[in-house]
């Protein structure tokens, strides 16, 4: 059978359609966007509950605020919640005359949620216009899924109100609890059950005090209340007041016998007349309906804006644990910076082999009758003999080596305990190895030294290409020249050579006085600086390889891309928009009532234990009226 069409009149001529303001639609849609793309992958202070906040306010954004900007005149979407056992099914069906919702009998009741609409307004929830995560179903049995919205038409309900029987706010099936909450956020108006002997439980109270402070309009209704009872009423009223409900709604449901499965029409009177009211006053559902939304977009700038705070936390500590590496792996590479210019390196096997290159002969005797005279005695001793240099050239790489590798592992260790003892990073090192340098970094080791080493060879070669010095550059040859460069670079620290460093029986002077020989004092020099800076580009280049280890877990999260500042800018656009859409409201009009009818037991006269609100009431409560 073919479902009608919805009336394409507005509920509401004034008021509800000026809501439908296009720069706070777009201004709210890019929020979304922001939101959606808003990183939160470090383990910060309270991330959990910022995680689930950011979810929260996207799913009120698709559940309910832009469903209800883009469609001003869909029909009021009342949700009924309360906790296990309060009788939400029972009050849906009892008010409809007819039983719609099966009440559970065990507890909890994993069931879907129920959606009651006037026949004609079926095509405004058929579609994914509002809780677009829920698949439709028009089953008349139970379902048996949790994320599945039964859609049942009762022409009893009146045209533009919408009932909609939700699960146990405080189920202990987590899915239901957390649906219960979507539909609850996704309210126009919340009709909140409760018991008298749960009234006061915490579950339905930290609900009603988020109600509160966005402003949700809300009713209660307290269940299964024994006549005497007349302390539970006043107590629950206390509290109301003290949570911020002073103004809402209080309905007392008596203790009595279902008849059918339903409960007497005296019973529910005053519900069923407080929502036929409504029901027949389009303008008061319409200021119903921008009461909520207008506090759903104050509280959600609220959001935004603590979300902001927690992105700049999560870049902040992003750039705290990069900067926890970057100083230990910057000290790795000043303590090899200083053990390769102390001459700490030109001892032990160095030196051994550097005295077997050299001899220790005439030309050590040399060293000890002055400086002076050594130019002399190296040009005559190296004269025409062959460079056997690769001894020494082994043994500065072995000392090298060792030097690279204990440095990396130092610098392993500091950052991994930094790590760990910050929240954030100790949890990225979960299942990592990295508290000591990298399996493969060995070889990577050699092949910088090697790298190095080879360098230096080239600055020689490339020095003796003048003309001026060939002639002895040629009769030493590279490997002697090249490894007295590299012993002499690492006996120079800040410029001065090994005369000044005087270092490790004379090793550094005689590699200077035989590279003065060759090239000249200023050649040595600048040959000197350039050596080292080779070697600590090389040498930087390994432990930025090592510090990626840890880096590349930041960067592989994007918590670097968590800023706050682009998000506080659209959350500004919202606040501007939201306030010339509420300035430049067109006042309440008369609108459609739509196809109205009393519901069960709304002519029914009885005493009540709760007032009747009065005629008018919702004008009165959203500040239209002076109350009589």
Do not use: C
Not at 195 to 204: I, L, N, S
Not at 290 to 316: F, K, P, S
Not at 562 to 583: H, I, T
Request: aromatic share 4%.
């Amino acid at each position: 059978m073919s479902v009608p069409e919805p009336d394409p009149r507005p509920a509401a001529s004034g008021r509800l359609e000026a809501a439908v303001h296009v720069p706070l639609l777009d201004a709210l849609e890019r929020l979304r966007s922001r939101l959606v793309a808003l990183p939160l992958p470090l383990r910060t202070s309270g991330v959990d509950a910022v995680r689930a906040e950011r979810d929260a306010a996207i799913a009120q954004l698709d559940d309910y605020l832009l469903p209800r900007l883009r469609a001003h005149s869909a029909p009021l979407l009342v949700v009924v919640g309360g906790s296990t056992g309060a009788g939400k099914s029972t009050l849906v069906n009892s008010l409809l005359g007819e039983v719609v919702s099966a009440p559970g009998v065990l507890r909890p009741t994993t069931r879907s949620p129920v959606l009651v609409h006037h026949p004609l307004d079926a095509r405004w929830f058929s579609t994914d216009r509002v809780l677009p995560a829920l698949a439709r179903t028009s089953s008349v049995a139970p379902a048996g899924v949790g994320r599945e919205l039964r859609l049942v038409p009762s022409a009893t309900l009146p045209q533009g109100l919408a009932l909609l029987d939700a699960p146990d706010i405080d189920s202990v099936d987590v899915a239901n609890r957390a649906l219960a909450g979507e539909l609850l956020a996704a309210a126009d108006l919340w009709l909140f059950v409760t018991t008298a002997a749960r009234y006061a439980d915490a579950v339905p109270w930290e609900l009603l005090r988020g109600a509160a402070r966005r402003r949700a309009r809300a009713a209660l209704v307290v269940d299964r209340v024994d006549r005497g009872a007349e302390a539970v009423v006043d107590d629950l009223r206390r509290m109301m007041g003290r949570e911020g409900l002073a103004d809402s709604p209080l309905f007392v449901v008596p203790e009595t016998v279902l008849v059918d499965g339903l409960l007497p029409e005296p019973a529910v009177a005053a519900v069923s007349r407080w929502l036929t009211d409504l029901g027949a006053d389009a303008a008061a559902r319409a200021d119903v309906a921008l009461a909520t939304r207008d506090g759903v977009v104050d509280d959600l700038v609220g959001r935004a804006r603590e979300l902001a705070a927690a992105a700049d936390a999560q870049r902040e500590a992003d750039a705290r644990l990069r900067e926890r590496v970057r100083s230990a792996y910057a000290d790795a590479a000043a303590h090899v910076r200083a053990v390769t210019s102390d001459g700490a390196l030109l001892r032990g096997e160095v030196l051994a082999r550097w005295q077997d290159f050299v001899g220790t002969g005439d030309l050590f005797r040399s060293v000890e009758q002055g400086v002076g005279r050594l130019r002399d005695s190296l040009t005559g001793f190296f004269r025409g003999r062959p460079a056997a240099a690769p001894g020494v050239e082994t043994a500065l790489a072995h000392g090298l080596q060792a030097v690279l590798l204990d440095a990396a592992d130092e610098a392993a260790g500091r950052a991994h305990a930094a790590w760990r003892a910050d929240p954030a990073g100790a949890a990225l090192l979960g299942g990592l190895e990295l508290s000591r340098a990298s399996r493969g970094l060995r070889d990577e080791v050699d092949r910088q030294v090697r790298g190095w080493q080879s360098d230096v060879l080239g600055l020689v070669r490339e020095q003796g290409a003048g003309r001026r010095g060939t002639a002895r550059y040629l009769s030493f040859g590279v490997n002697a020249l090249g490894v007295s460069l590299m012993v002499l670079a690492f006996a120079s620290t800040g410029g001065l050579t090994g005369v000044e460093v005087g270092i490790a029986g004379g090793t550094a002077v005689l590699a200077q006085k035989l590279l003065e020989a060759v090239f000249g004092d200023d050649a040595v020099r600048r040959l000197t600086v350039e050596a080292r800076e080779r070697l600590d580009v090389r040498v930087a280049s390994l432990l930025e390889g090592e510090a990626t280890r840890f880096t590349g877990q930041l960067d592989a999260l994007g918590a670097m891309q968590a800023d706050g500042g682009p998000l506080r800018e659209v959350v500004d656009d919202v606040v501007a928009a939201a306030r010339a859409e509420r300035e430049h409201r067109s006042p309440v009009q008369p609108g459609h009532a739509g196809d109205s009818r009393p519901l069960r037991g709304a002519g029914t006269v009885v005493e009540e234990a709760a007032p009747r609100p009065r005629r008018g009431f919702w004008r009165r409560l959203l500040g239209r009226d002076a109350p009589a």
